[in-house]
């Protein structure tokens, strides 16, 4: 029972992922999360704006519940699998999150001064809505995220999503070294 | 009832990730700084079993539960798009500390500020299909 309730290793989550990819294969599907962004923008009408946007979204209803399911296995965790909710990171990575201003580094999963609601200002607002819209707009323009380049299009030995790795840690070394340290919101 | 399986694989992605500690913002700055070989171990095993079940589905014919044969669509070949889109979203995974798969799974965990990044992405996706012919690819 320890075994579950401690972070679990690489090894045990690596194969949960592959296993997730085989299975939405054998349903018929195709593994990439930030498709569900595309659907929801369809749903909502964009459509009227570009037609990028007119495309058979229905067919993907899946992902919407396939990520509702993630929801729920978030939640599942969170309130029964986990001993306590602390990151236990390596030393030098605490000591430069300790530079950039960083407090009660890994004392739960996300940093409370980014995302606890009694910390709220409007640079916060702004730092998240901005970060969320480098991702979508990042993954569209790349057409694929984590899921469906550097897991599924890996898989299948895709070159253009070796290229789109490339970039997911050209942008994301850039952020954490040159631009975090200046714009955390606090 | 046809979508009860994807909510259930939904749970087990769920699980993993949340476990994992993938959903957490400093593991991701943390893979960034090369610290840790935790993030890389989970990629990385997830793609080497990957790479096993495509080429075994490929070779065997493997087919879906619908009977019919699983293909693979290959990706358009450019440099372009891959580099600059990848960058942008590099950016932004580093920022928000979660890709989306994360994003959804941390309101599990109660942050409703992830609606915001969520909010965000939405917009991203909005905004990429106005500039899309604009956009080198």
Redesign the interface.
Known sequence: MDFILQ????????????????????????FG??N???V??SAAG?QK??E??HWDWRSQ???L??????????????MF??ADHT?A??S??VE??RDMGLTN??ES???SQ????EE?TVG??A?????????????????G???G?????????????L???????????????Y??PH?LPF | MKYLKFLGIGVIFGIALTKGQVVSWYRIIEMFYFDSFHMYGIIGSAVVLGIIIVQYIKSKKVKSIEGQLITFNPKNKSVARYLIGGTFFGLGWAMAGACPGPMYLLLGRGYWLILLVIFGALLGTFVYGLLRHKLPH
């Open positions: 972070p679990w290793p690489w090894y045990v989550v690596g194969p949960l992922i592959a296993l997730t990819m085989f299975l939405l294969l054998y349903f018929g599907k195709e999360v930030s569900t962004l595309r929801a923008c964009a704006f570009s990028f946007f209803k899946w992902n519940i396939f990520v509702g399911g993630g929801v729920i296995g978030g939640f599942i965790s969170y699998l986990e990151v990171l390596a030098s990575t430069n999150m580094i890994g999963y996300l940093p980014i995302f606890d609601p709220i916060t607002v730092y998240l809505i901005v970060a969320g819209f480098l991702v979508g707009f990042g993954a569209r323009y790349a057409g995220c984590t899921s380049h550097a897991i599924s299009g890996l898989a299948n030995l895709q070159l253009p999503s290229i789109a790795v490339i970039g997911f840690f050209i942008g994301g070394m850039a952020m954490t070294y631009i975090l714009i």
